[in-house]
T-cell receptor, first 110, second 118 residues
Framework: GEDVEQSLFLSVREGDSSVINCTYTDSSSTYLYWYKQEPGAGLQLLTYIFSNMDMKQDQRLTVLLNKKDKHLSLRIADTQTGDSAIYFCAENNYGQNFVFGPGTRLSVLP | DTAVSQTPKYLVTQMGNDKSIKCEQNLGHDTMYWYKQDSKKFLKIMFSYNNKELIINETVPNRFSPKSPDKAHLNLHINSLELGDSAVYFC?????????????????FGPGTRLTVL
């Protein structure tokens, strides 16, 4: 079945860049997503990328997709303490069902 | 206005009880979901449901049953609660792909219901 993997923890210093990585197995994935979960809250969509794109930039966020290696990354520039959260990678294939990764807990140190 | 709402926010109950968690979305979406997030924050889909089809994750015990009185609601009923059912349960909804010119299918999550079974 489909699988999405992420490293579970990442710590960075405030002002540095954060890079969160994700790998997936479903080669027919059409959209890949990054969701953010703040403490005590539900998940919110941060950004997404269509599978025929290599890169997408949205303000401090840069998404890179290597479709050949099935590797997705999220770069957060100038990381702030408010970026501390769990970041979930997810994929779907035009269908209703999403497959989520285990989440990467980002800690931003002052 | 809250897009996806769940009640209750917290639920503490004894083992063996039957309980329900309610979910409502006011987004006009066609598909609703229930997810379970365990203590390690792993998110597992339990059900996806639209007005045509219920898809059940085969790992979900049959003590869990979704009930949809209408398109805007998907409630989760749990029979004979067990200690291992303690988790945060998230409801989500999404439009059908292609709705309103969108080419992607975003899921909108509720705030979660923290279930504690004693």
């Amino acid at each position: 079945g489909e699988d999405v993997e992420q490293s579970l923890f990442l710590s960075v210093r405030e002002g540095d860049s954060s890079v969160i990585n994700c790998t997936y197995t479903d080669s027919s994935s059409t959209y890949l997503y990054w969701y953010k979960q703040e403490p005590g809250a539900g998940l919110q969509l941060l950004t997404y990328i269509f599978s025929n794109m290599d890169m997408k930039q949205d303000q401090r966020l840069t998404v890179l997709l290597n479709k050949k290696d099935k590797h997705l990354s999220l770069r957060i520039a100038d990381t702030q303490t408010g970026d501390s959260a769990i970041y979930f990678c997810a994929e779907n294939n035009y269908g209703q069902n999403f497959v989520f990764g285990p989440g990467t807990r980002l800690s931003v140190l002052p | 206005d809250t897009a996806v709402s769940q009640t209750p926010k917290y639920l503490v109950t004894q083992m063996g009880n039957d309980k329900s968690i309610k979910c409502e979305q006011n987004l006009g979406h066609d598909t609703m979901y229930w997810y379970k997030q365990d203590s390690k924050k792993f998110l597992k889909i339990m059900f996806s449901y639209n007005n045509k089809e219920l898809i059940i994750n085969e790992t979900v015990p049959n003590r869990f049953s979704p009930k949809s009185p209408d398109k805007a609601h998907l409630n989760l009923h749990i029979n004979s609660l067990e200690l291992g059912d303690s988790a945060v349960y998230f409801c989500a909804s999404s439009p059908a792909p292609g709705l309103r010119g969108r080419n992607y299918n975003e899921q909108f999550f509720g705030p979660g219901t923290r279930l504690t079974v004693l």
